[in-house]
């Protein structure tokens, strides 16, 4: 009952008072007071456009930030349809060994797909690694135990796992792929739905509308979680629109003929107040939101970004890398980093509420295996990590905060995408969006 009770507040948050405007293609408000923070969109945009989208960009073209690690081959764990996409814009493109940097090629081989983690074993040193069904559930007791008591708000994949991928996010960029309808649909709702902290009256369980106007009863912790959810999708809906396919007639969505550019009939049909009654601003909204939350974690772990080399094997592009993060990234940030204060949530000693809170964000990030096009799984992957990372570095003690290479790579990566999104609602679909006031 109290998981019940407890899973309310995962979905009914959004503290954004929005008004409709009744103008085509409007789809902010005057209100430029971002929820819980004290703090102004206004003021972001500009930080954001002028400082922190171009930094970024030219972070993550760095060889220390542009190969991410990852599992793409985890087996879905909720339903056994991945609705696999076959379209070619949804493939993950190979990743040439000698593109990757020097420090990462002794640890992969090269196959036909990608950048596959190396097999040491030969067969005359094989191991016998049969083990009876009884250790093997005894062994993973041990895993869910040693799982529960990590600091980790995401499943974060193995760097000993013989399916871990090194993946050239540049050759593989963010966008549309065609992969749309039920199977799409399904990884929503199984994020919204499933995992939603529901109010105890609630009697509707599925109408997660009818969840979203009842913000009112809602703590901070349920705000906070709901709203970095909605920032998520909301980002990567932008992102979509942002990089869509127009195929020709001829070419459908092979990705063989055609051209990418923006769609502001599906921007519209996305945000639009008069098409989603009125929510659509307040989804937008959350994007500056969770860009608050992720800056928030940067600086907090400021003096671990300070500390490492960011070695690829080329000296030159590793300290330049470091001037980017400590000299430019860390300093623009610093007069942001304390309008939202994660020392607002779990006060009164609630571990409980926050082990909830921890479990069923991981949920979220188990979810990302049952996504059925290879592209949109790398970066759902790499976007919730990047949220699991922010998360787990907010609520650490300072002075014990670690993090994987794969970690900040997601982490930096993560935030480039909420950047961008930010720097789209104000330049390619500025003509969509009110001027604030």
């Given at each position: 009952m109290f998981?019940r009770?407890?899973?309310?507040?995962?979905?009914?948050?959004?503290?954004?008072?929005l008004?409709?405007?009744?103008e085509?293609?409007?789809l902010?408000?005057s209100n430029?007071q971002i929820?819980?923070?004290?703090?102004?969109?206004?003021d972001l945009?500009e930080?954001?456009?002028?400082?922190?989208?171009p930094l970024?960009?030219?972070?993550?073209?760095?060889?220390y930030?542009?190969f991410?690690?990852v599992?793409?081959?985890?087996?879905?764990l909720?339903?056994s349809d991945?609705?696999?996409?076959s379209?070619?814009?949804?493939?993950?493109?190979?990743?040439?060994i000698?593109?990757?940097?020097?420090?990462?090629?002794?640890?992969t081989?090269?196959?036909?797909e990608?950048?596959?983690?190396l097999?040491t074993n030969?067969?005359?040193?094989?191991?016998?690694?049969?083990?009876?069904?009884?250790h093997?559930?005894?062994?993973?007791?041990?895993?869910?135990f040693?799982?529960?008591?990590?600091?980790?708000?995401?499943d974060?994949d193995?760097d000993?796992?013989?399916d871990?991928e090194?993946?050239d996010?540049l050759?593989n960029?963010?966008r549309?792929?065609?992969?749309?309808g039920?199977?799409?649909?399904?990884i929503?709702?199984?994020?919204?739905?499933?995992?939603?902290?529901f109010?105890?009256?609630?009697?509707?369980?599925?109408?997660?509308?009818?969840?979203?106007?009842?913000?009112n009863?809602m703590?901070?912790?349920g705000r906070t979680?709901?709203?970095?959810?909605s920032?998520?999708h909301?980002s990567?809906?932008?992102?979509?629109?942002a990089?869509?396919?127009?195929p020709?007639?001829?070419?459908?969505?092979?990705?063989?003929d055609?051209?990418?550019?923006?769609?502001?009939?599906?921007f519209?049909?996305?945000?639009d107040?008069?098409v989603?009654?009125?929510?659509?601003?307040k989804?937008?909204?959350?994007?500056?939101f969770?860009?608050?939350?992720e800056l928030?974690?940067l600086?907090?772990?400021?003096?671990?970004?300070?500390e490492?080399?960011?070695?690829?094997?080329?000296?030159?592009d590793d300290?330049?890398?470091?001037?980017?993060?400590?000299?430019?990234?860390?300093e623009?940030?610093?007069?942001?980093?304390?309008y939202?204060?994660?020392?607002l949530?779990?006060?009164?000693?609630?571990d409980?509420?926050?082990?909830?809170f921890?479990?069923?964000f991981?949920?979220?990030?188990?979810?990302m295996?049952?996504?059925?096009?290879?592209?949109?799984r790398l970066w759902?992957?790499l976007?919730?990590?990047a949220?699991g990372?922010?998360?787990k570095i907010l609520f650490a003690d300072?002075d014990?905060?670690q993090?994987?290479r794969?970690?900040?790579?997601?982490?930096?990566?993560?935030?480039?995408?909420?950047?961008?999104?930010?720097?789209?609602?104000?330049?390619t679909f500025k003509?969509?969006m009110?001027k604030e006031?």
């Amino acid at each position: 009952m109290f998981l019940r009770v407890c899973l309310t507040f995962f979905c009914l948050i959004f503290s954004c008072y929005l008004v409709q405007n009744n103008e085509e293609c409007r789809l902010t408000n005057s209100n430029d007071q971002i929820d819980d923070c004290n703090c102004r969109i206004s003021d972001l945009n500009e930080l954001n456009n002028q400082h922190i989208y171009p930094l970024l960009q030219e972070i993550v073209s760095k060889n220390y930030f542009r190969f991410f690690p990852v599992n793409l081959r985890k087996k879905c764990l909720f339903w056994s349809d991945d609705g696999q996409c076959s379209r070619r814009t949804c493939a993950i493109k190979p990743c040439p060994i000698e593109d990757l940097p020097e420090a990462l090629r002794g640890k992969t081989i090269h196959d036909n797909e990608h950048c596959s983690m190396l097999d040491t074993n030969s067969s005359l040193g094989s191991i016998n690694t049969n083990i009876s069904e009884e250790h093997k559930e005894t062994i993973k007791t041990w895993m869910q135990f040693d799982d529960v008591q990590s600091d980790n708000f995401c499943d974060v994949d193995d760097d000993s796992s013989t399916d871990l991928e090194y993946i050239d996010l540049l050759a593989n960029p963010e966008r549309y792929t065609g992969y749309t309808g039920a199977s799409t649909q399904r990884i929503w709702s199984a994020i919204y739905n499933e995992n939603c902290f529901f109010l105890p009256d609630s009697k509707i369980f599925y109408d997660l509308r009818e969840k979203r106007l009842n913000i009112n009863k809602m703590c901070l912790e349920g705000r906070t979680f709901y709203r970095l959810i909605s920032g998520l999708h909301t980002s990567i809906t932008i992102h979509l629109c942002a990089r869509y396919f127009f195929p020709t007639i001829a070419g459908g969505y092979s990705g063989s003929d055609g051209h990418w550019g923006p769609n502001f009939d599906e921007f519209k049909l996305r945000f639009d107040p008069e098409v989603t009654a009125g929510e659509g601003p307040k989804w937008l909204k959350n994007v500056y939101f969770l860009y608050l939350i992720e800056l928030r974690a940067l600086h907090k772990a400021r003096d671990l970004f300070q500390e490492q080399t960011y070695f690829t094997g080329n000296d030159t592009d590793d300290s330049h890398t470091k001037v980017l993060i400590v000299e430019k990234l860390l300093e623009k940030i610093e007069p942001f980093a304390n309008y939202f204060t994660e020392d607002l949530l779990f006060q009164n000693d609630n571990d409980l509420l926050k082990f909830e809170f921890k479990q069923h964000f991981r949920n979220v990030s188990r979810i990302m295996d049952c996504v059925g096009c290879d592209k949109c799984r790398l970066w759902g992957k790499l976007q919730v990590q990047a949220l699991g990372t922010a998360l787990k570095i907010l609520f650490a003690d300072h002075d014990s905060i670690q993090l994987q290479r794969s970690e900040m790579v997601a982490l930096l990566n993560g935030f480039n995408r909420i950047s961008t999104s930010l720097y789209h609602l104000k330049n390619t679909f500025k003509s969509c969006m009110k001027k604030e006031t």
